[in-house]
């Protein structure tokens, strides 16, 4: 596979995963990573469902209390119809009792935001905002938005 393909592919898988319209963002070494390899390599492997690595993902991300992250994947999760409102919650009690509390009540608190900020804009019919998702992630990690670059 090429290196345009593989981009290509990363980038494809990425907004599968997350419900995004990403991007190609040239000349960022960290990106450039994050598609290839990650997106174009690992999380296009069919050997675990999504669900699977979204739940493992989302137990990474707890464990190192990293609830901006959480934030995003508990919102795709929901999104891509992978793990219900309820079934994170318990995943949120699980986790506690490996965790502890300070981490597991914030990916409890994080669940309960995206669900409501979730139910408020179905209540006043707004769609995803995926332009905003896509610029916070990218802010996360460049600490600039699409428009800043």
Same mark, same amino acid.
């Given at each position: 596979?090429? #290196? @345009?393909?593989?981009? %290509? +592919? /990363?980038? $494809? ?5 997350? /419900? ?5 963002? +040239?000349? @960022?070494?960290?990106?450039?990573? &994050?598609?290839?390899?990650?997106? /174009?390599?690992?999380? =296009? !492997? =069919? =050997? ?13 991300? &707890?464990?190192?209390?990293?609830? @901006?992250? $959480?934030?995003? %994947?508990?919102? $795709?999760?929901?999104? #891509? ?22 981490? /597991?009540?914030?990916?409890?608190? &994080?669940? !309960? ?6 139910? +408020?804009?179905?209540? &006043?019919?707004? $769609?995803?905002?995926?332009?905003? #998702?896509? #610029?916070?992630?990218? +802010?996360? =990690?460049?600490? *600039?938005?699409?428009?800043? *670059?």
């Amino acid at each position: 596979m090429s #290196n @345009d393909e593989l981009r %290509q +592919k /990363g980038l $494809a898988k990425m907004n599968e995963v997350y /419900g995004w319209e990403m991007p190609d963002i +040239k000349g @960022d070494p960290y990106f450039d990573l &994050t598609v290839d390899h990650l997106f /174009g390599t690992i999380w =296009s !492997d =069919s =050997s675990l469902s999504m669900r699977e690595k979204r739940i493992m993902t989302l137990a990474c991300v &707890t464990a190192v209390g990293r609830q @901006d992250l $959480a934030e995003i %994947q508990v919102n $795709a999760a929901m999104l #891509n119809g992978e793990l219900e409102a309820g079934e994170l919650k318990e995943i949120a009690v699980f986790l506690t009792q490996y965790l502890g509390f300070p981490l /597991g009540s914030g990916l409890n608190g &994080t669940v !309960d935001k995206v669900v409501n900020k979730r139910r +408020k804009a179905a209540e &006043t019919g707004k $769609a995803e905002d995926r332009k905003a #998702n896509v #610029n916070a992630a990218v +802010k996360m =990690s460049s600490g *600039r938005t699409l428009d800043e *670059r």
